[in-house]
């Protein structure tokens, strides 16, 4: 669903999906940093890393279009 929706969003909001993160480090990084403690979280942070918006669990295409549009406005 995610590789569905984030093509309609290149060249105006940047994402960074990483899909294990106890393979890759910088995901565990980042996950640590963002205090992730489920999986699926999507986290949305803006040009400074500053925490914009948070979905928590599974989501429906339509909810993660609404987040998207929420912050690319």
Excluded: H
Aim: glycine share 6%; no cysteine; hydrophobic share 35%.
């Amino acid at each position: 669903m995610v590789d569905r929706v984030t093509p309609s969003y290149s060249g105006s909001i940047e994402m960074l999906i990483y899909r294990d993160v106890n393979s890759d480090e910088g995901a565990s990084r980042f996950a640590s940093e963002q205090k992730v403690r489920a999986i699926p979280t999507m986290v949305f942070v803006d040009s400074q890393g500053n925490e914009v918006a948070r979905i928590i669990g599974s989501t429906s295409e339509e909810n993660l279009k609404a987040e998207l549009d929420k912050i690319e406005r």
